[in-house]
C-alpha cells in the first residue's frame, strides 16, 4: 500500500512539473509575440507562482513596480487601473478585464487556453504572427 501511495505522490509531482514546463514554453512564446522587437520584456505580475515561471524565462524579467513594466500579468487582481497592458491567467479576470485586457492564458480541463482580444490588441497596435491569429477572437 505505501508503494503505490508513494508512486501517486511522484506521478502527481511529475504533471506538475510538466505542466510547469508547458507554461514556461508558452509564456515566452507569448511574450516574444506581443514585444518581437524588444531584447528583454519586463512583466509584472500579482502572483507568487507566476514571477517563479517568469523568473525562468530567457528574455523576460519580473518587475516590482507597475510602473516599471512593459505588460501586467495578472491573476488575482481586479483593482489594477492602471493603463499598461494587461494579460490574465484565468477566465473570470478575462472577463472582469475585457475592455482592457489583451489576452489570457489559462488551464481548463486540463488544457491551455490561450486567447487575444483583437479590439484590445489593436488599441495597442499590436501584430501577432501568423502562427498566433488562431487564438485571435473578436468576443469573449
Not at 505505501?2 to 507554461?23: M, R
Not at 489576452?103 to 501584430?127: A, E, M, S, T
Amino acid at each position: 500500500m505505501k508503494k503505490i501511495l508513494f508512486l501517486l505522490l511522484l506521478l502527481s509531482f511529475v504533471l506538475q512539473a510538466s505542466q510547469h514546463t508547458y507554461e514556461v514554453k508558452i509564456y515566452s512564446t507569448i511574450f516574444k509575440a506581443l514585444f518581437p522587437n524588444k531584447t528583454t520584456v519586463y512583466v509584472w505580475s500579482d502572483c507568487d507562482k507566476k514571477s517563479d515561471i517568469l523568473h525562468k524565462i530567457y528574455n523576460v524579467r519580473a518587475v516590482n513596480s507597475i510602473e516599471d513594466a512593459d505588460i501586467l500579468l495578472l491573476s488575482k487582481s481586479k483593482n489594477i487601473t492602471s493603463k499598461k497592458m494587461k494579460f490574465v491567467t484565468n477566465y473570470k479576470l478575462l472577463k472582469h478585464y475585457k475592455k482592457s485586457v489583451i489576452g489570457g492564458f489559462y488551464w481548463k480541463k486540463g488544457r491551455p487556453n490561450i486567447i487575444f482580444l483583437r479590439r484590445n490588441l489593436q488599441k495597442y497596435h499590436i501584430k501577432l504572427p501568423q502562427s498566433m491569429q488562431d487564438y485571435v477572437e473578436d468576443n469573449l
